[in-house]
């Protein structure tokens, strides 16, 4: 009867986890979806020269309906930000001209402008970072990026989509919710993104001082199990781990 029990217990987790799994995979592939219609979008509305009044227009109708996109960007080649519409609680906003800047040097944009068209890099999900220092309150976000090009086929620069994952991660709450014991959401570095156990831990990478606050350095054995296959069941003697990747 133990057995039978443990193994329904194992079971019943295997398939939470599943459906955290297809939540998470649902999710990025909208958010893909949407990546490549503003870069379509673009390539319709962009005028000759500088003139992005059009596509300006239009993201800003695409932002206030989405409302989970903290920015959408237009970057030139030379890695010059040339529209910005930013969403918050107030509703979305055309960035002036004025306040726009470089990300020449940003991992999205050196990842991403040497693409070929239709790919899309989609960046970890981290905390918001504003002048090298975590923003507060911490903002969970996702970069998507992709190369868009001139009515011509002339490549622009690239389009970025900043997805505030909020939203994602409170679907993952609520699923977890129904778990008869801790469910973690990791990184590939084995840092927790969610524990529904003990938030604390969570986001420990973005901080210099609790680098070694992670799930890889407490429960390694698991840990090695999880790299080496996608999904399963890892009995320790810290506990029954059921995974998905």
Same mark, same amino acid.
């Given at each position: 009867?133990?057995?039978?029990? +443990?193994?329904?217990?194992?079971?019943?987790?295997?398939? #939470?986890?599943?459906?955290?799994?297809?939540?998470?995979?649902?999710?990025?592939?909208?958010?893909?979806?949407? @990546?490549?219609?503003?870069?379509?979008?673009?390539?319709?509305? $962009?005028?000759?020269?500088?003139?992005?009044?059009?596509?300006?227009?239009?993201?800003?109708?695409?932002?206030?309906?989405?409302?989970?996109?903290?920015?959408?960007? =237009?970057?030139? /080649?030379?890695?010059? %930000?040339?529209?910005?519409?930013?969403? $918050?609680?107030?509703?979305?906003?055309? @960035?002036? &001209?004025?306040?726009?800047?470089?990300?020449? &040097?940003?991992?999205?944009?050196?990842?991403? @402008?040497?693409?070929?068209?239709?790919?899309?890099?989609?960046?970890?999900?981290?905390?918001?970072?504003?002048?090298?220092?975590?923003?507060?309150?911490?903002?969970?976000?996702? +970069? /998507?990026?992709?190369?868009?090009?001139?009515?011509?086929?002339?490549?622009?620069?690239?389009?970025?989509?900043?997805?505030?994952?909020?939203?994602?991660?409170?679907?993952?709450?609520?699923?977890?919710?129904?778990?008869?014991?801790?469910?973690?959401?990791?990184?590939? &570095?084995?840092?927790? #993104?969610?524990?529904?156990?003990? $938030?604390?831990?969570?986001?420990?990478?973005?901080?210099?001082?609790?680098?070694?606050?992670? =799930?890889?350095?407490?429960?390694? %054995?698991?840990?090695?199990?999880? /790299?080496?296959?996608?999904?399963?069941?890892? @009995?320790?003697?810290?506990?029954?781990?059921?995974?998905?990747?």
């Amino acid at each position: 009867k133990i057995k039978r029990s +443990r193994e329904l217990a194992e079971l019943t987790q295997q398939e #939470l986890a599943d459906v955290e799994r297809e939540i998470i995979s649902n999710k990025v592939s909208r958010l893909v979806s949407d @990546v490549l219609y503003t870069a379509d979008n673009f390539q319709l509305n $962009s005028a000759e020269g500088d003139n992005y009044a059009e596509v300006k227009r239009q993201w800003l109708v695409f932002s206030e309906r989405k409302k989970i996109y903290d920015q959408i960007r =237009f970057i030139d /080649l030379d890695g010059n %930000e040339r529209v910005r519409v930013n969403y $918050s609680g107030t509703g979305a906003q055309v @960035v002036a &001209d004025t306040a726009l800047q470089n990300k020449k &040097d940003r991992y999205y944009f050196k990842d991403s @402008v040497a693409l070929q068209k239709n790919q899309v890099f989609i960046s970890p999900l981290d905390l918001n970072v504003e002048n090298n220092v975590v923003e507060q309150p911490e903002k969970p976000m996702i +970069r /998507l990026a992709t190369p868009c090009y001139d009515s011509a086929g002339q490549q622009q620069g690239i389009v970025v989509l900043n997805y505030s994952a909020q939203d994602m991660l409170q679907q993952v709450r609520k699923i977890a919710s129904t778990s008869m014991g801790a469910v973690f959401m990791l990184n590939a &570095d084995g840092y927790w #993104l969610y524990n529904s156990a003990d $938030s604390s831990t969570e986001w420990a990478f973005m901080y210099e001082d609790r680098a070694q606050q992670s =799930f890889a350095t407490d429960y390694p %054995e698991v840990w090695q199990q999880v /790299l080496a296959g996608s999904s399963g069941v890892s @009995v320790t003697n810290q506990g029954v781990f059921s995974y998905t990747n």
